[in-house]
C-alpha cells in the first residue's frame, strides 16, 4: 500500500510540474516581448545597440533580420563573374579560422527549468527560470544569460495571479538588462529599468 501511495505522489508530482513549466513558457515569452517592444521605444536605454520594433504578426525580435528565403535569393540574382568565381575557390581552399562568438551555455540545476532565447538585434539573451533556494539570488546574470529564481519568496508570492506573474518577470528582466548598460552607477541603471517597464506595459488594454 505504502508503494502505491508513493507512486501516486510522484506522479502528481510530475503533472504539477507539467502544468508549472506550461505557465512559466507562456509568462516568459510575454515578458520578453514586451521587454523588446520597450527596447525598441528606446534604444539609448539598450546595452545592444539600436532594436527595429516588430510588426504584428512577426515572431519576437524578428524585425530586420533577413529571413533565409531572402538571402538565397539575393544570392541567385546577383552571379559572381568569371574572375570573382576563381578568386572565390583560391579563398574556399585556403582554411579560414571562424571568428563567430558562440553563445554562453546555459547551467539548469533542475529538470524543471525553463529556458527561453529572445534576439535583441545582434544580440541574444537566454533567460533560464531555475531553482536557487528560497534563501537564493532573486536573480542575476552570466554574460548574456539571465537566471530567475523561482523558488524567492517574492516570485512565488507574485506567482498565484497571471497579471503580477508577468509584471514581476519582465521587472526582474528590465533590471538585468539595465545593470548590463553600465554596473558603475546603480541609480541610473535603477531610472532606466523604470522607464523600460513603463514602456513595456504602455498602451497595453489590460493596464
Do not use: W
Amino acid at each position: 500500500m505504502d508503494k502505491v501511495v508513493l507512486e501516486v505522489d510522484d506522479v502528481l508530482r510530475r503533472l504539477a510540474g507539467r502544468k508549472e513549466k506550461r505557465k512559466t513558457n507562456k509568462t516568459l515569452k510575454e515578458a520578453l516581448q514586451r521587454v523588446h517592444r520597450a527596447l525598441a521605444l528606446n534604444p539609448d536605454l539598450s546595452p545592444f545597440g539600436a532594436i527595429p520594433l516588430a510588426d504584428e504578426g512577426e515572431g519576437m525580435g524578428g524585425a530586420g533580420v533577413l529571413s533565409k528565403k531572402s538571402a538565397e535569393k539575393e544570392a541567385k540574382d546577383v552571379q559572381p563573374t568569371h574572375g570573382e568565381r576563381e578568386g572565390k575557390e583560391a579563398q574556399t581552399s585556403t582554411p579560414q579560422k571562424s571568428t563567430k562568438k558562440k553563445s554562453p551555455k546555459v547551467k539548469r540545476l533542475t529538470p524543471n527549468a525553463v529556458v527561453q532565447r529572445m534576439r535583441f538585434g545582434e544580440t541574444g539573451v537566454s533567460i533560464c527560470v531555475d531553482d536557487f533556494g528560497e534563501n537564493g539570488p532573486e536573480c542575476f546574470t552570466e554574460e548574456t544569460v539571465i537566471y530567475i529564481n523561482q523558488q524567492h519568496p517574492l516570485y512565488q508570492r507574485e506567482l498565484k495571479k497571471p497579471e503580477t506573474h508577468i509584471l514581476n518577470v519582465t521587472r526582474l528582466i528590465t533590471q538585468e538588462i539595465s545593470l548590463m548598460k553600465d554596473t558603475r552607477n546603480p541609480r541610473l541603471a535603477f531610472t532606466r529599468q523604470s522607464k523600460l517597464l513603463r514602456d513595456a506595459f504602455i498602451g497595453d488594454p489590460s493596464t
